[in-house]
């Protein structure tokens, strides 16, 4: 009896072992994402949207100095409504460093891309031989710390520890100062390039590998030559690609710090405000201002959401209008 009790109890309606309503499941199955997302959200919003927000803040504040500034109360803080913009905008050092950093990108992006496109050409081609070893050789570089990698350059640059400038002292070859007026950019470029071009002829290898084979059969069938066959159809459906690499070089270019704040020390052509960023670091760390690197560098970033999404758009634009042909 007590059995058969016990038995029946385990059906009743509330008991311990009950199976759960379809309501309650389908409560639960549309809740578990949510969970799932929420650690990435905490850090998100921690750690991204919480300064972001912070950043805005400041950029509508400054001190407001009463008498010598002496003594509790005398500094506060109040609105500034948009003077640290208006500020900002009107500066020539913050001026002359983004159309550094232009000049910059436009001898890293080029050369950066046509040597990753380069490379993952010849990786994928069938006469290739050791390609695990030459593929890890140039992606190699892009897992060495930028900031590491700007100090082997730097003192590959400096005439008296460079081993290329006693090879050329000894052949009788005039010896550039590639630390000085225009060979600095070449120099910073160098240095991007050599850290970059890996990681973008990942990627772009990665989309020529997930090309079907019976693409390049049917070619080969119609009597094109690997070179049409490069031209034609590889760069081509590599295009998106070559849009998302060109989309990450140019944040990475407008957002450059790491070369030119470690070269400094080795050079006065460098100054604090080559870069809108270090003009950024140099107003909020030296000089103290956080309020006006605030706003600066609100400035860059909307800067460099709006010329993405410019590019963006137009790459998607030309997509659509190629696939309607």
Same mark, same amino acid.
């Given at each position: 009896?007590?059995?058969?009790?016990?038995?029946r109890?385990y059906?009743?309606k509330?008991a311990p072992?009950a199976?759960p309503s379809?309501?309650?499941t389908l409560?639960r199955?549309?809740s578990a994402?949510?969970? %799932?997302? $929420?650690?990435?959200?905490?850090l998100?919003a921690?750690f991204?949207?919480?300064?972001i927000?912070?950043? /805005?803040w !400041? @950029?509508f504040?400054?001190?407001k100095?009463?008498?010598?500034?002496?003594?509790?109360?005398?500094?506060t803080?109040?609105?500034a409504?948009l003077e640290?913009?208006?500020?900002a905008?009107?500066d020539s050092e913050l001026l002359?460093?983004?159309l550094r950093?232009?000049?910059?990108?436009?001898?890293?992006v080029p050369?950066?891309?046509g040597?990753?496109?380069?490379?993952?050409?010849?990786?994928?081609?069938?006469?290739?031989?050791?390609?695990?070893?030459?593929?890890l050789?140039?992606?190699l570089p892009?897992?060495?710390?930028g900031?590491?990698?700007a100090?082997?350059w730097?003192f590959l640059?400096?005439p008296?520890v460079?081993?290329?400038y %006693?090879? $050329?002292d000894r052949?009788?070859?005039?010896?550039p100062d590639l630390?000085?007026g225009g060979?600095?950019? /070449?120099a !910073? @470029?160098?240095?991007?390039v050599?850290?970059?071009?890996g990681?973008n002829?990942i990627?772009?290898?990665t989309s020529l590998k997930a090309?079907?084979a019976?693409?390049?059969?049917?070619?080969?069938?119609?009597?094109a030559t690997?070179?049409?066959?490069?031209?034609?159809?590889?760069?081509?459906?590599v295009a998106?690609?070559?849009v998302?690499?060109?989309?990450f070089s140019?944040?990475?270019?407008?957002?450059v710090f790491n070369e030119?704040?470690t070269?400094k020390?080795?050079?006065?052509?460098?100054?604090?405000t080559w870069s809108?960023?270090?003009?950024?670091y140099?107003?909020?760390?030296?000089?103290?201002d956080i309020?006006g690197?605030?706003?600066?560098?609100v400035?860059?970033?909307?800067?460099?959401l709006?010329l993405s999404?410019?590019f963006?758009r137009?790459?998607?634009?030309?997509q659509k209008q190629e696939a309607?042909?």
């Amino acid at each position: 009896m007590k059995s058969t009790a016990r038995r029946r109890s385990y059906g009743v309606k509330g008991a311990p072992y009950a199976h759960p309503s379809p309501t309650t499941t389908l409560r639960r199955a549309r809740s578990a994402p949510y969970f %799932f997302l $929420l650690p990435a959200t905490l850090l998100f919003a921690l750690f991204f949207a919480l300064p972001i927000g912070y950043a /805005l803040w !400041l @950029s509508f504040r400054k001190v407001k100095v009463s008498g010598l500034g002496l003594g509790s109360g005398a500094r506060t803080e109040v609105w500034a409504g948009l003077e640290n913009y208006t500020d900002a905008l009107s500066d020539s050092e913050l001026l002359h460093g983004t159309l550094r950093v232009l000049g910059y990108g436009c001898i890293v992006v080029p050369v950066m891309l046509g040597l990753a496109l380069l490379f993952a050409l010849m990786l994928d081609s069938e006469k290739v031989r050791l390609a695990p070893v030459t593929r890890l050789a140039i992606f190699l570089p892009y897992a060495i710390p930028g900031v590491v990698a700007a100090l082997l350059w730097g003192f590959l640059y400096l005439p008296d520890v460079s081993p290329f400038y %006693f090879v $050329l002292d000894r052949l009788g070859m005039p010896q550039p100062d590639l630390l000085d007026g225009g060979p600095l950019y /070449l120099a !910073l @470029s160098n240095i991007a390039v050599w850290g970059g071009t890996g990681f973008n002829m990942i990627v772009i290898y990665t989309s020529l590998k997930a090309i079907p084979a019976e693409v390049y059969e049917a070619a080969k069938l119609d009597g094109a030559t690997p070179l049409q066959i490069a031209l034609r159809i590889k760069i081509p459906m590599v295009a998106p690609s070559l849009v998302l690499t060109f989309f990450f070089s140019i944040i990475a270019t407008l957002q450059v710090f790491n070369e030119p704040t470690t070269l400094k020390p080795l050079t006065n052509s460098v100054s604090t405000t080559w870069s809108p960023l270090m003009k950024v670091y140099r107003d909020a760390f030296g000089e103290g201002d956080i309020y006006g690197a605030a706003a600066q560098a609100v400035i860059i970033a909307f800067a460099t959401l709006l010329l993405s999404f410019g590019f963006l758009r137009a790459a998607n634009r030309r997509q659509k209008q190629e696939a309607a042909r």
